[in-house]
């Protein structure tokens, strides 16, 4: 799901269990932060290890079923139903 403002979002689960839209790259930057223990403060700009039209094309349905990223050593895929895992 993307926006009229280039955001990327995808569907996480509240703290009221109501699905909420959150920013892609927020998610992938909590994700290496609790799995991985890097500080996003640590990390370079989302785009650099991205690209964001790759992206939104898959959770839009648009291509490939999933998509792979490296990030510091560690290898980020997200799929187009928005499920996001870190793996070292």
């Not at 640590?42 to 990223?69: I, M």
């Amino acid at each position: 799901m993307s926006s009229d403002t280039g955001e990327i979002y995808v569907l996480r689960e509240g703290t009221d269990e109501w699905e909420q839209p959150t920013p892609v790259e927020e998610v992938v930057f909590e994700l290496l932060e609790t799995e991985a223990g890097l500080s996003r403060d640590a990390l370079a700009d989302f785009s650099t290890y991205v690209d964001k039209a790759t992206l939104a094309a898959l959770l839009n349905g648009e291509g490939d079923d999933q998509h792979s990223f490296s990030v510091e050593g560690y290898t980020v895929t997200i799929t187009a139903d928005g499920d996001i895992t870190v793996r070292s």
